[in-house]
């Protein structure tokens, strides 16, 4: 079945810093890859798609400056959360969806807890 | 804007009780839905899909139907086991993107 890896799992890291996460389709190529972000005991929230060779498309109020998305290959997306603060502080899980259409399901990855102190 | 609505949790169930989550869509034309399944500390895994009206949907003992005349994708299950305890997603994806839209989750809790 199509594997996603995401890494690290957990991250801590101290304010002011920045962190990199890299998403992963292990056994598939992926031109679209999504980005959520959830908090506790909440649903997740798409934060930006991320396509290989071209810019992010970021949802509305996700600042781009601050989450900095790169796809450069089918198969690794990479989220950088740039300049952390303890907000930021949040459990985030990378998305591929298989080649096969827009209607194809989408497999996570096992999501990366951050958090900032 | 399409949207994705499940019945509040948490549900808590004893060992062999049915279970049904409750969920409803409002989307134009016909997205294709899922139930995604989150377990503690996890990332999602893809519990069941149907890409058209009145497709079944089934895996490990759930099932889900795809209802347009409701707007409904209701995941069942006869017997649930302590081991189905985890947070449950229902989605929708339409054309629009490919965009994956979530309810909010329903936590099920199963007690032996």
């Known amino acids: 079945g199509a594997v996603v890896s995401q890494h690290p799992s957990r991250v801590i890291c101290k304010s002011g810093t920045s962190v990199k996460i890299e998403c992963r389709s292990l056994d598939f190529q992926a031109t679209t890859m999504f980005w959520y972000r959830q908090f506790p005991k909440q649903s997740l929230m798409l934060m930006a798609t991320s396509n290989e060779g071209s810019k992010a498309t970021y949802e509305q109020g996700v600042e781009k400056d601050k989450f900095l998305i790169n796809h450069a290959s089918l198969t690794l997306s990479t989220l950088t959360v740039t300049s952390a603060h303890p907000e930021d502080s949040s459990f985030y899980i990378c998305s591929a969806r298989v080649v096969g259409g827009s209607n194809s399901p989408l497999h996570f990855g096992n999501g990366t807890r951050l958090t900032v102190t | 804007g399409d949207s994705v609505t499940q019945m509040e949790g948490p549900v808590t169930l004893s060992e062999e009780a049915f279970l049904t989550i409750n969920c409803t869509y409002t989307a134009t034309g016909y997205p294709s839905l899922f139930w995604y399944v989150q377990y503690p500390g996890e990332g999602l895994q893809l519990l069941l899909k149907a890409t058209k009206a009145d497709d079944k949907g089934s895996n490990k003992g759930f099932e889900a139907t795809y209802r347009k005349e409701t707007t409904s994708f209701h995941l069942e299950k006869g017997s649930v086991q302590v081991s189905d305890s985890a947070v449950y997603f229902c989605?929708?994806?339409?054309?629009?993107?490919?965009?994956?839209?979530f309810g909010q989750g329903t936590e099920l809790s199963v007690k032996p």
């Open positions: 989605a929708l994806i339409y054309n629009q993107g490919g965009k994956l839209i």
